[in-house]
């Protein structure tokens, strides 16, 4: 009889999807390189169709330089409602696959399969399935889906055979499976981390694996631990399914465009305030944040970060939204300033909380803060820097700080 993993996750993600569902909507388009995005402006591709990737180039990428590398693309306009509705066709497929399902984006999701073989059969026969019915709910959209024991060595293997692929990692070949692997497959290596650990001369996850945690926390700090365990296959964390929240957001629709880093801070403190609030108040301590902005033609950008230690803080949100401002190459004005913190435990299950750390003298005094603030509204409680900056509003006041529900009026 076959043996089964003690732990089955998958990971699904869609192919090149915003461009797939123009194809498939589109029979004209399908078979060529074509662009999504907006063909005027400053605008950036949204994503790259697989026949126009071979051109270098893809998501992010200016579209006046997308446009002189692949000159033949076809450039098409964005639609977000029509992305929308595949996504909600793609979500129910997966929740008919398990009951554990958590979105990660439009287009990817985890599913804790654990004891469903029964069901559908082994990790090959339940990836299969996958796709097969992905495919015909959505009329011919392909994903790409990867199993094995964690969500991160899952995660990595639907990434491995782009597009329409499916990798199966058995948890126990899963370390050796990572091992040739460059160290940007690493969760949580950004360019500056990859540079700190290319200088110690790790090209590879097998030389992360091979290398002590003392070593790797005194040359990079606490993500140092963090990539050894990944690096050994050890991810804890759960597919945190049905019925929990799976982010908390907090998003400001001004009256007047803002471009200036300073204005946009402003927004971003607001929203940090009120979305560690409500995160204490939850349980829920996040994995990661997410700032949003909204350009004048209504496009949503969105630059996400994941921590190595999940946060209730809001200041620790607060520094990360405003650390992704950078990563965001339009110029603005916006119409729209948000954040959101996901990926979401509960307090207790989170085997990564510094509990010793920095967080603990923050977080009694946020709670103590929160607390003032839900008694007495969060009027009277402010920080000195957001009234500062509220005076420093006064003239000429642009700015519509009324939140979305109303509540954070400053
Ligand atoms: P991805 O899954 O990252 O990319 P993709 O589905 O286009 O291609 P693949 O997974 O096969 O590599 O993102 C899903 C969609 O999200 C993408 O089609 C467009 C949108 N998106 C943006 O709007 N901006 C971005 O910077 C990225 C990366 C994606
Ligand atoms: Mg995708």
Not at 73 to 79: G, N, Q, T, Y
Not at 140 to 146: C, D, E, I, P, R
Not at 276 to 281: D, I, P, S, V, Y
Not at 355 to 383: S, Y
Request: glycine content about 8%; hydrophobic content about 35%; some cysteine.
């Amino acid at each position: 009889m076959e043996r089964f993993w003690p732990k089955t996750i998958a990971h699904a993600d869609m192919d090149a999807f915003y461009a797939a569902v123009e194809q498939l909507d589109n029979p004209e388009l399908r078979g060529k390189p074509i662009l999504v995005g907006s063909p005027f402006g400053r605008g950036v591709v949204l994503t790259a169709s697989y026949e126009a990737r071979p051109f270098g180039v893809g998501s992010a990428m200016p579209m006046a330089k997308a446009r002189r590398k692949c000159p033949n693309a076809l450039i098409v306009p964005p639609r977000m409602e029509r992305y929308q509705e595949v996504s909600q066709t793609i979500m129910s497929v997966f929740q008919d696959f398990s009951p554990d399902v958590e979105p990660l984006s439009l287009d990817e999701a985890f599913l804790d399969m654990s004891g469903s073989e029964q069901i559908f059969g082994g990790p090959q026969s339940i990836g299969q399935k996958l796709k097969d019915a992905i495919r015909q709910a959505t009329g011919g959209l392909t994903a790409s889906v990867g199993l094995s024991g964690t969500k991160y060595v899952a995660k990595v293997a639907s990434a491995y055979q782009k597009p329409n692929g499916l990798t199966i990692v058995p948890p126990d070949d899963a370390m050796a499976w990572l091992a040739p692997l460059p160290v940007s497959r690493l969760w949580g290596a950004g360019p500056k981390n990859q540079k700190r650990l290319h200088d110690i001369a790790m090209n590879t996850i097998g030389d992360v694996a091979n290398s002590t945690p003392e070593f790797l926390s005194e040359k990079l700090g606490n993500v140092g631990l963090h990539f050894y365990a990944l690096s050994h296959a050890q991810d804890p964390r759960h597919v945190s399914g049905r019925g929990a929240a799976k982010s908390i957001g907090s998003e400001h629709t001004l009256s007047r465009d803002v471009y200036k880093k300073e204005d946009i801070e402003i927004h971003l403190r607001s929203s940090a305030d009120q979305i560690g609030r409500r995160l204490k108040r939850k349980n829920y301590l996040a994995h990661g944040v997410r700032t949003k902005l909204k350009t004048r033609d209504f496009q949503l950008l969105t630059r996400q970060h994941r921590l190595n230690n999940p946060t209730d803080i809001a200041d620790t949100l607060y520094n990360v939204a405003v650390g992704l401002l950078k990563e965001f190459d339009h110029p603005g004005p916006f119409r729209l300033v948000g954040m959101a913190a996901y990926d979401l435990v509960k307090q207790e299950e989170s085997p990564q909380m510094d509990l010793f750390g920095q967080g603990t003298r923050h977080r009694k005094l946020e709670t103590a803060i929160d607390q003032l603030a839900e008694r007495f509204g969060t009027n009277v409680v402010q920080r000195a820097e957001s009234l500062l900056s509220r005076t420093k509003q006064v003239v000429p006041p642009t700015l519509d700080f009324l939140d979305k529900d109303g509540q954070d009026k400053t």
